[in-house]
């Protein structure tokens, strides 16, 4: 089976987007508003597969406008934040995804992350074990934070984490 072109499947991700029923253009129809939506998203993991996280963010943030409650697309647009070094906003998008669902454990084990990239070990500690609270059986959120205690020399605590 070949590799997967992301190139050809964003051209023709733009070429659907640029659909014209009646004259107008899709965005302008409320009944293809989610087409566009899943469009935007779909051209959005594209654009950061090819590295070009500049439009990727940008369709993120056109689609947050039509769709402001959509939790992945915060994680998405923070993870390539996150990437291009732009902490900052990377946990504001985080926070986000927190204030639409505070019981999701991903986005706080995310958060925890870039607070050890930050040097934050305290916030990393606590955004892993707030992971864990809300699923004790997030192994990555044991091991990140088994990580985090080898790096701080706390060599049992790192063997805890890594035994649970």
């Given at each position: 089976m070949g590799r997967f072109n992301y190139q050809r499947s964003l051209t023709l991700v733009v070429q659907v987007m640029k659909f014209k029923r009646n004259g107008q253009q899709m965005g302008d129809i409320t009944m293809f508003r989610r087409m566009r939506i899943r469009f935007l998203f779909l051209r959005g993991i594209f654009h950061a597969a090819i590295d070009s996280r500049p439009k990727s963010i940008a369709d993120f943030s056109e689609l947050?406008?039509?769709?402001?409650?959509?939790?992945?697309?915060?994680?998405?647009?923070?993870?390539?934040?996150?990437?291009?070094?732009?902490?900052?906003?990377?946990?504001?998008?985080?926070?986000?995804?927190?204030?639409?669902?505070?019981?999701?454990?991903?986005?706080?084990?995310?958060?925890?992350?870039?607070?050890?990239?930050?040097?934050?070990?305290?916030?990393?500690?606590?955004?892993?074990?707030?992971?864990?609270?809300?699923?004790?059986?997030?192994?990555?959120?044991?091991?990140?934070?088994?990580?985090?205690?080898?790096?701080?020399?706390?060599?049992?605590?790192?063997i805890t984490e890594f035994t649970k």
């Open positions: 947050l406008k039509l769709d402001p409650n959509n939790l992945d697309v915060y994680r998405h647009r923070a993870s390539i934040h996150q990437r291009n070094g732009d902490y900052g906003n990377a946990l504001a998008d985080f926070a986000a995804a927190i204030a639409i669902d505070p019981k999701n454990p991903i986005p706080y084990h995310e958060r925890g992350i870039i607070y050890g990239f930050k040097n934050e070990h305290d916030k990393a500690f606590r955004e892993f074990s707030k992971a864990i609270e809300l699923n004790p059986l997030f192994f990555e959120a044991y091991f990140i934070r088994g990580m985090a205690y080898g790096k701080l020399k706390e060599y049992d605590k790192a």
